[in-house]
T-cell receptor, first 116, second 112 residues
Framework: GAVVSQHPSRVICKSGTSVKIECRSL??????MFWYRQFPKKSLMLMAT?????????EQGVEKDKFLINHASLTLSTLTVTSAHPEDSSFYIC????????????FGPGTRLLVL | SQKIEQNSEALNIQEGKTATLTCNYT??????LQWYRQDPGRGPVFLLL?????KEKRKERLKVTFDTTLKQSLFHITASQPADSATYLC???????????FGSGTKLNVKP
């Protein structure tokens, strides 16, 4: 089956620093990648949708200057949390969708971010 | 407003019994409904998809029903096993496939 990886799996950083999270589709070309955020015992909250080679589409309430998304190739998307603060601490999950079947997305294992 | 509701309380059942999880939604017209399994600290894993014109879908011990009149999907695991213990999420997919709306999930505990 389709495999999506995320790196790093865990990161601890100081307040004010920036953190980059990578999402890769290992065995298929991802025309679209999604970035989610999940709080404990809560649903996945879609942050943004990115298509290769174009700007990401952010959901309402998500600061695009805070959460920079780059979808540089058909197998790689990155999320950079800029000037991180403790309230940015969360579980970040990416998913990738290929051309077919379009209704199926494959999730990465997630990245746990802790901002001190 | 649009809502997807799953029972927030954990479902505890005995091994061998059938687990039934519910997903209710309002103010959506989904093209598809999907069910995912999520283990602690991991990303969701896709299980089943059911289209709006399908009433029922099966895969091994899993069965999903979709009632667009009631705006409800039921997810069944027959002959449940302790290894089935996890959180199960439902997701609605609109026709353009560009957005997936997730419920908050129901935690299933299968006791030996």
């Amino acid at each position: 089956g389709a495999v999506v990886s995320q790196h790093p799996s865990r990161v601890i950083c100081k307040s004010g620093t920036s953190v980059k999270i990578e999402c890769r589709s290992l065995d298929f070309q991802a025309t679209t990648m999604f970035w989610y955020r999940q709080f404990p015992k809560k649903s996945l909250m879609l942050m943004a949708t990115s298509n290769e080679g174009s700007k990401a589409t952010y959901e309402q309430g998500v600061e695009k200057d805070k959460f920079l998304i780059n979808h540089a190739s058909l197998t790689l998307s990155t999320l950079t949390v800029t000037s991180a603060h403790p309230e940015d601490s969360s579980f970040y999950i990416c998913s990738a969708r290929g051309a077919s079947p379009a209704e199926t997305q494959y999730f990465g294992p997630g990245t746990r971010l802790l901002v001190l | 407003s649009q809502k997807i509701e799953q029972n927030s309380e954990a479902l505890n059942i005995q091994e061998g019994k059938t687990a039934t999880l519910t997903c209710n939604y309002t103010n959506y017209s989904p093209a598809y409904l999907q069910w995912y399994r999520q283990d602690p600290g991991r990303g969701p894993v896709f299980l089943l998809l059911i289209r709006e014109n399908e009433k029922e879908k099966r895969k091994e011990r899993l069965k999903v029903t979709f009632d667009t009149t009631l705006k409800q999907s039921l997810f069944h695991i027959t002959a449940s096993q302790p290894a089935d213990s996890a959180t199960y999420l439902c997701a609605l997919v609109l026709y353009n496939f560009n957005k997936f709306y997730f419920g908050s999930g129901t935690k299933l505990n299968v006791k030996p």
